[in-house]
Nanobody, 127 residues
Framework: QVQLVESGGGLVQAGDSLQLSCAVF?????????VGWFRQPPGKDREFVGA????????SYGDFVKGRFTISRDGAKNTAYLQMNSLTPADTAVYSC???????????????????WGQGTQVTVSP
């Protein structure tokens, strides 16, 4: 069974950086795959962080990112990454990755369009 597994979360201080990983087990990310990152702050709805198109690395980001986050991928490791810089307490959330296959290469921003999800990893940013 194919599974997505996130790692890299933890407790950091404001201004710090953190890199999250999303690895696939029991399968691979094909050239048709888009990997998305979402987050859910405490007591709030899930929101789109960004997404990357596996075949060419094209990416898009949520408005709140403002250049602080970067999504990348390593095809050899079948792993996507979310590099987060200049973290603030407002970035505290459970971060999840998700994947979907698309012929169009679209970068969906809605969680409803993704088919496979990881379990999430907690990121806590202290003041």
């Amino acid at each position: 069974q194919v599974q997505l597994v996130e790692s890299g979360g933890g407790l950091v201080q404001a201004g710090d950086s953190l890199q999250l990983s999303c690895a696939v087990f029991g399968g691979t990310f094909s050239s048709l795959t888009t990997v998305g990152w979402f987050r859910q702050p405490p007591g709030k709805d899930r929101e789109f962080v960004g997404a990357i198109r596996w075949r060419d690395g094209g990416a898009s980001y949520g408005d709140f990112v403002k250049g602080r986050f970067t999504i990348s991928r390593d095809g050899a490791k079948n792993t996507a990454y979310l590099q987060m810089n200049s973290l603030t307490p407002a970035d505290t959330a459970v971060y999840s990755c998700a994947s979907v296959k698309s012929m169009s290469g679209a970068l969906p921003t809605s969680s409803l369009e993704y088919r496979r999800w990881g379990q999430g990893t907690q990121v806590t940013v202290s003041p």
